[in-house]
T-cell receptor
Framework: EAGVAQSPRYKIIEKRQSVAFWCNPISGHATLYWYQQILGQGPKLLIQFQNNGVVDDSQLPKDRFSAERLKGVDSTLKIQPAKLEDSAVYLC????????????????FGSGTQLSVL | GQQLNQSPQSMFIQEGEDVSMNCTSSSIFNTWLWYKQDPGEGPVLLIALYKAGELTSNGRLTAQFGITRKDSFLNISASIPSDVGIYFCAGQNPEYGNKLVFGAGTILRVKS
């Protein structure tokens, strides 16, 4: 079974530039998540999609971050303009359905995109 | 908001030793999960716990869901070099929208 695919693996930009990350979840997974992982911290949820609808974006800095999942499969996360504090690993994850609906519902993570903002 | 406190922050042990780490919270969780993250990779699920008091094993790993539902423990027996990595606990509760809340991680280094 192919895992969650993310690209690029690394990105270096200057502050105030824009950047976009791409994620392709595991085939058939309806729920997709974007997490931000700052060095030395655990992942923090930015946004959760159920198919192509947003379920939770309460922790997404909407003045500069945006995300979409137009066809309910692939997703992109954009930052515009980037700030120094956005330097982090951006992890995409997917699950068959929303967590908590059934015991054993599992979250699968991609390898992440490491963003450095200079 | 909910926070998970993991300890220790890091540990450096001899190969063959047993390892213990824990996770505590001021909030109650209905599910506790333990993940391992290798450098340059995403976290991978090790063990999931769904009931207070539950004790679950996965090979050399054993995890327990605390009776109070506010803590969890992970033990690794007879550590080997490939156990190196960062171990995260995560909690989940429908009252908080089933969002996974992660601890800051325990860094494990093994001396061979």
């Amino acid at each position: 079974e192919a895992g969650v695919a993310q690209s690029p693996r690394y990105k270096i930009i200057e502050k105030r530039q824009s950047v976009a990350f791409w994620c392709n979840p595991i085939s058939g997974h309806a729920t997709l998540y974007w997490y931000q992982q700052i060095l030395g911290q655990g992942p923090k949820l930015l946004i959760q999609f159920q198919n192509n609808g947003v379920v939770d974006d309460s922790q997404l800095p909407k003045d500069r971050f945006s995300a979409e999942r137009l066809k309910g499969v692939d997703s992109t996360l954009k930052i515009q303009p980037a700030k120094l504090e956005d330097s982090a690993v951006y992890l995409c994850a997917s699950s068959l359905g929303p967590l908590g609906r059934g015991i054993g519902e599992k979250l699968f993570f991609g390898s992440g995109t490491q963003l450095s903002v200079l | 908001g909910q926070q998970l406190n993991q300890s220790p922050q890091s540990m450096f042990i001899q190969e063959g030793e047993d390892v213990s780490m824990n996770c505590t919270s001021s909030s109650i969780f209905n599910t506790w999960l333990w993940y391992k993250q290798d450098p340059g990779e995403g976290p991978v699920l090790l063990i999931a716990l769904y009931k207070a008091g539950e004790l679950t094993s996965n090979g050399r790993l054993t995890a327990q869901f605390g009776i109070t539902r506010k803590d969890s423990f992970l033990n690794i027996s007879a550590s080997i070099p490939s156990d190196v990595g960062i171990y995260f606990c995560a909690g989940q509760n429908p009252e908080y929208g089933n969002k996974l809340v992660f601890g800051a991680g325990t860094i494990l280094r093994v001396k061979s």
